[in-house]
């Protein structure tokens, strides 16, 4: 007798293909929230409900209904987002959301803070800008991510339209979501089909990334499945395929882990679709729907086998991968200030702490990229590691940009360190339901202290990649920070230590369940070490492992990298 399918499964299968009954629930005056069941299914919608929980228990001891909210993630294949588009969606952040709009790592808009009655007109508001918020989140492929500012040759803008191409061909075909939200007539007398997911969509969220070495910007090793574009001369060859990427796990469970994708081959630009799509069928198909923990591609690969999951691929699509070609990562960072393209036109690079835009005193982010959506003629780029890029600018246009860089306090790539400059923060608390630790919040009183440290050791400009995360759920990818804080509860965090500065090692747990004051004693230890013991050139997390501070990781997370 098999295994009963997971609850979530139940509600997939009786969703009427994502309908439920989520119209009959906004509808309804009496309460904030919706149901359970239609909640995991907003999901597929791009949206998460939502509760602050700093009024929470204000809120029960007065008898009051918690302090229900939605978040809403876009759809936004590579970030690319025009003036016109960014003006709109600010204007949506200040009057439908909590007047703030975040740049997440999915290199995309979310939207905090909107009640119920605003949900369905914000939606609108969005698919009013050609865009959409269908799949960016749940159980399908989500948003696809590229490198950012893909234009500095002509195979980097061939790169980004395969993103695009991806993302479209890949998202959900279910009328839901324009009879739900864009009041599209329901079909009459002819049966729905979903050709690619069927009926109960995918075991769980499917991510694809598409990275243009030398820069993993989008650290396609984190992905369920990882694109390594191939140039030669400016001209794309086409791409390593690199499968099993995904940073979820949870406490105290063993059998849940981070892992590296692992690289089956190469293929070239005419095939590049039909794999894509072959190998999210072949998740949907092996795929655990008992156990959502154990769901996600990276379980269904060491459960079968990589070269058992690589047969049946190339047994659908008809053809064998060819060898992986060479490639060499640099780094998975943003590259801060002017970049030129090969066209001529310049790119700006703008650190943007927590991806978070809002106006605080001098730090007037909201209203500074406001101003430039308002006089720029290019487009604006969103990053995996929460930055944005003013894109596309004429040389003659530079001046008058930084004059309202420097005005609004954007400058800051040019005025923080590379500490402070790469960390990455999940939103954590008050909003995030699985949070069990502070993470942007945090960041900016963490940042401070380490930075003592650092400066006290002489590496105020030693660049090692931070990240913090509320949960062991990874939206921020702290698996990938050479210095990774990854929640335990109220205060405490596992430190983690030891990956790589390009996004092909994971790091390894050093202490467990510490508070703020073990952790920095500990950092300051290391870096005592680290400015007495480096070599010329030597990065945090490459030190740590030559000095035998961390021990080595499973061989199994670690992907086949190909040398030039």
Aim: glycine residues 10%; proline residues 5%.
């Amino acid at each position: 007798m098999s295994a009963p399918l997971s609850d979530f499964e139940r509600i997939k299968a009786d969703s009427r293909y994502l309908r439920g009954t989520i119209a009959e629930g906004l509808a309804d005056p009496v309460t904030g929230a919706i149901s359970d069941d239609d909640g995991k299914l907003l999901k597929f919608h791009g949206s998460y409900q939502q509760d602050d929980r700093d009024l929470r228990e204000e809120r029960r001891r007065q008898k009051l209904e918690s302090a229900y909210s939605f978040m809403l993630r876009a759809r936004l294949p590579g970030g690319v987002v025009t003036p016109g588009q960014w003006l709109e969606f600010d204007r949506i952040a200040r009057e439908y959301a909590n007047g703030t709009l975040r740049i997440t790592t999915r290199q995309t808009f979310q939207w905090h803070g909107i009640i119920k009655r605003k949900l369905k007109p914000t939606i609108a508001a969005i698919h009013a800008q050609l865009a959409s918020t269908i799949a960016a989140c749940g159980d399908v492929v989500r948003n696809v991510v590229s490198t950012a500012n893909p234009v500095e040759t002509a195979a980097h803008a061939e790169a980004y339209a395969w993103a695009a191409r991806l993302s479209d061909g890949l998202a959900p075909r279910t009328r839901a979501y324009h009879e739900i939200w864009l009041d599209g007539e329901p079909l009459v007398g002819e049966p729905e089909h979903e050709p690619l997911y069927g009926a109960t969509y995918l075991p769980r969220k499917f991510k694809i990334g598409l990275a243009i070495p030398p820069l993993n910007d989008v650290d396609v090793f984190a992905q369920d499945l990882g694109l390594i574009a191939i140039a030669e001369q400016g001209e794309l060859k086409g791409f390593n395929i690199a499968v099993g990427g995904g940073m979820g796990a949870t406490h105290g469970d063993a059998t849940t882990y981070p892992r590296l994708a692992s690289v089956l081959g190469f293929v070239t630009p005419d095939q590049l679709f039909a794999t894509a799509e072959t190998v999210v069928a072949v998740q949907r198909d092996w795929g655990n729907r008992v156990e959502r923990k154990h769901a996600r591609l990276k379980y269904t690969l060491d459960h079968r086998g990589l070269d058992v999951f690589k047969a049946e691929l190339e047994r659908r699509l008809g053809f064998a991968f060819e060898p992986a070609r060479a490639y060499r990562f640099d780094h998975n960072g943003d590259r801060y200030g002017w970049i030129e393209g090969h066209d001529g036109r310049w790119h700006l690079t703008l650190h943007i702490e927590s991806g978070r835009l809002a106006d605080h005193g001098e730090r007037r982010w909201l209203s500074g990229l406001r101003e430039l959506a308002k006089l720029h003629q290019g487009d604006f780029r969103l990053t995996c590691n929460q930055n944005v890029i003013v894109a596309n600018v004429p040389a003659e246009a530079r001046a008058r940009i930084d004059a309202i860089v420097e005005a609004h306090g954007l400058d800051g790539y040019r005025r923080h360190g590379a500490f402070r400059r790469d960390a990455v923060a999940c939103v954590a608390l008050p909003t995030c339901g699985l949070a069990m630790a502070e993470a942007e919040r945090y960041l900016p009183d963490f940042l401070d202290r380490v930075e003592v440290l650092l400066s006290r050791h002489g590496l105020s400009d030693a660049p090692i990649l931070l990240r913090i995360s509320g949960c062991p759920n990874g939206c921020s990818r702290p698996y990938l920070g050479e210095i990774a804080l990854v929640g335990r509860g109220p205060g405490r965090y596992d430190l983690r230590l030891g990956a790589d500065a390009r996004g092909q090692r994971l790091n390894v747990p050093h202490l467990e369940n510490a508070d703020e004051a073990a952790i920095l004693a500990e950092l300051d230890r290391l870096f005592a070490r680290y400015a007495a013991e480096r070599e010329a050139g030597e990065r945090f997390g490459d030190f740590l492992w030559r000095v035998a501070v961390v021990a080595a990781a499973p061989t199994r997370r670690i992907p086949l990298e190909v040398n030039v």
